[in-house]
C-alpha cells in the first residue's frame, strides 16, 4: 500500500481512508466450476441467483458439483426446469465442450499462464466476457495486477477518488493505472471501497 501510495497521493488519501486493504479469495473447485457459477449469476439478483444455481447442482446428486459431461448429457428441458434461460443453458453446454476439448484449461495450468492468455482463452466461451475472467483473476486466482477498467463500480470510484467531473472511460482508467503497477489489484480494491459510505475522499484531484 506504501508503494501505491507513493506512486500517486490522491489513492493515497483514498487508502488512508479506507484503512489496511481486506481483500478476500474466494475458493475454487475448478475453473469449470467457477464459471459455471458466474453463467449462472449474471443479470440476477445474488439471492434469485443462489437459488437457481441451488437447483442447477441438484439435478447431479449425489455429485457435489457437476463434470462437464455431466452438463453435456443433461436435457436442455431439465436445465431449463432449473430457472436457466436458453442463452445460459447454451452458455453451460459450450463451457463444458470447450472445458472437454481444454480450450478452458485446468486450475494447475491456468495458474501457469498469464492475465492476457487467460482472457484469451476463457473468454471463447460463450456467454463469458472479459469482465467475469477478471473476476475470477482477481477473486479466485488472487492475481495482484488486474485492473477492470470497464467496471461500472471502478470507474465510478475513480471518479469519486480522483475528483472527476465525470465518470472516466476505461482507457482513462488504464492510463492512469500505469501508476499502480503491479499492484492494480489493489488499487481496483480500494476504488471499489469509495462508492461505501465513508470512503468519499474530500478535496481529490490531480
Known amino acids: 500500500m506504501r508503494v501505491l501510495a507513493r506512486a500517486d497521493p490522491p489513492l493515497a488519501r483514498l487508502i488512508k481512508k479506507v484503512g489496511p486493504c481486506r481483500l478476500e479469495l474466494d475458493a475454487i473447485q475448478s475453473p469449470f466450476a467457477s464459471l459455471a457459477e458466474a453463467i449462472v449469476y449474471q443479470q440476477l439478483t445474488g439471492r434469485a441467483a443462489a437459488t437457481i ?56 495450468e491456468l495458474r501457469r499462464m498469464h492475465e492476457d492468455e487467460i482472457v484469451d482463452r476463457l473468454t471463447r466461451v460463450r456467454g463469458v466476457g472479459r469482465w467475469t475472467v477478471e473476476m475470477l483473476l482477481i477473486f479466485r486466482l488472487g492475481r495482484p495486477d488486474v485492473l477492470p477498467a470497464g467496471d461500472y463500480g471502478i470507474r465510478k470510484g475513480f471518479r469519486l477518488a480522483f475528483g472527476t467531473r465525470a465518470l472516466p472511460t476505461p482507457r482513462q482508467v488504464l492510463r492512469r493505472g500505469e501508476r499502480w503497477r503491479p499492484h492494480r489489484t489493489v488499487a481496483s480494491w480500494y476504488l471499489w471501497r469509495a462508492l461505501e459510505p465513508g470512503g468519499r475522499v474530500d478535496g481529490a484531484g490531480e
Open 53 to 108: 444455481h441451488g437447483r442447477f447442482v441438484a439435478l447431479f446428486r449425489p455429485r457435489r458439483f457437476p463434470s462437464p459431461d455431466d452438463v453435456l448429457g443433461q436435457t436442455d428441458e431439465a436445465l431449463r426446469g432449473a430457472g436457466l434461460s436458453r442463452a445460459k443453458v447454451a452458455a453451460l453446454k459450450d463451457l463444458a465442450a470447450r472445458t472437454k476439448d481444454g480450450t478452458v484449461p485446468p486450475l494447475r
